[in-house]
């Protein structure tokens, strides 16, 4: 909505949560609002912001992928 998505990268809170407990949690973040008229994060957000936006702040190590 405020076109700040490219800007967001994912963070584990570890040790709270595994990253793998997160991840899950960002897939269904949707699911909070399901019911309302508050606006859904879109899916592709939701990858971009887990798997492709680091590569943005930390390009020497996403050339190594």
């Known amino acids: 909505e405020y076109g ?6 994912f ?3 570890f ?3 595994t990253a793998a407990q997160v991840i ?3 897939h ?3 699911a909070i609002v399901d019911g309302t008229n508050l606006p ?9 912001m887990i798997y492709e936006n680091w590569k943005h702040f930390l390009p ?4 190594s992928l």
């Open 28 to 30: 269904k973040v949707n």
């Open 15 to 17: 040790p709270s949560a």
């Open 24 to 26: 899950a949690g960002q």
């Open 60 to 63: 020497e190590h996403a050339s």
């Open 40 to 48: 859904k994060v879109p899916d592709d957000m939701i990858h971009n």
């Open 11 to 13: 963070g584990s809170d």
């Open 4 to 9: 700040v998505g490219h800007k967001l990268i």
